[in-house]
């Protein structure tokens, strides 16, 4: 059999094999609003945007909470994240002791 002949072959059996509908799995059965919806929801906290805040209270202290910029950095901050930002000062305290 020729090269063009054995890839006509391949190409064929290729083709007769079950394969996914689409990439998008079960988004491929799922209506275009929710689709909308669910690709325009917000994203998680940025982590440049947690270690923002978490310099400035290394460097600050806690009342380094209460600068403009960082209590606009914690607003756009998700539940999640605020959680996860207070551990991580509470950690710093008990490392330091009664720090600032």
Request: glycine share 4%; aromatic share 4%.
């Amino acid at each position: 059999m020729s090269e063009r002949g054995k890839a006509c072959t391949q190409l064929s059996e290729h083709y007769n094999q079950p394969h996914p509908r689409s990439s998008l799995g079960e988004r491929n059965e799922t209506s275009i609003d929710a689709l909308y919806r669910d690709l325009n929801k917000p994203n998680a906290t940025p982590q440049a945007t947690v270690e923002a805040i978490m310099v400035a209270v290394r460097e600050r202290g806690v009342a380094a909470l209460k600068d403009a910029a960082n209590v606009e950095r914690l607003g756009r901050c998700d539940q999640v994240t605020r959680a996860q930002i207070n551990q991580r000062i509470a950690r710093l305290i008990e490392h330091k002791g009664s720090w600032r």
